[in-house]
């Protein structure tokens, strides 16, 4: 992600339904594992993720390969590193959690950003991640956020066992808006602009993916998807 998508990130993820959701499902997790620990975020960007944890209790480090990011992060208080998520300079099985939330993708070699997300987990230690499903979904949008893939369920979990993290749930998201997603970006020419969202439509969409996590469709074919594996013991 470069720097100007990194700053208007920062300036539209508090109210955005994208983002707001995202950090719902963290929040959902975090009360799934129990007592806080230490956690790291890479892939940090403008520090909304790192906030969700941060205000759950967990000690968190949040990492970005941009220098924009870190200074976001680091301007709210957070502890924030400029790092390679291929060569995180963390000591090896010392997290508690570690997110990488929408950072595969953009990474050539992502068994080894995968294997570094192993290293720095402690034995027991969760992942969780998410990922762009599916290449029928590939568009312009794709290229101009800088992806290199959309994964499958079958690739994702491959990836995360090459890995050594063993799978403990994959689930997609955004199942519900999948059919107008895979419309409207394959007749777009230009990556579609997540702050032009009318406030209407934003909390149109808020309410819907709120309506999608009551309904079993979590098996079905959705934009997104989430894993969570963690490191055997």
Not at 168 to 173: E, H, K, M, N, Q
Request: aromatic residues 6%.
């Amino acid at each position: 992600m470069d720097t100007i998508e990194i700053q208007r990130v920062a300036e539209i993820e508090d109210d955005n339904w994208w983002y707001r959701e995202r950090r719902e499902i963290i929040a959902r997790e975090l009360r799934r594992l129990g007592a806080p620990g230490r956690a790291v975020d890479i892939g940090a960007a403008g520090g909304g993720n790192t906030r969700v944890l941060l205000d759950h209790g967990w000690r968190a480090t949040a990492i970005d390969n941009t220098e924009t990011a870190v200074d976001l992060c680091l301007a709210q208080g957070m502890d924030a590193y400029y790092a390679d998520a291929c060569f995180l300079p963390l000591p090896s099985g010392s997290f508690d959690l570690a997110l990488a939330l929408n950072v595969l993708e953009h990474i050539e070699d992502d068994a080894t950003a995968t294997a570094e997300i192993t290293r720095v987990l402690r034995p027991g230690g969760t992942a969780l991640v998410s990922v762009p499903c599916d290449m029928k979904l590939w568009s312009t949008h794709d290229v101009a956020l800088g992806r290199i893939r959309r994964y499958t369920r079958r690739t994702l979990t491959d990836t995360l066992a090459t890995a050594g993290l063993a799978l403990d749930r994959v689930w997609s998201c955004n199942v519900v808006l999948r059919p107008f997603v895979r419309l409207r970006r394959h007749r777009m020419a230009h990556c579609e602009d997540m702050a032009n969202v009318h406030p209407a439509l934003n909390e149109g969409l808020s309410l819907l993916t709120s309506l999608e996590r009551r309904l079993p469709l979590k098996s079905w074919p959705g934009v997104t998807l989430f894993a969570r594996a963690h490191r055997p013991t």
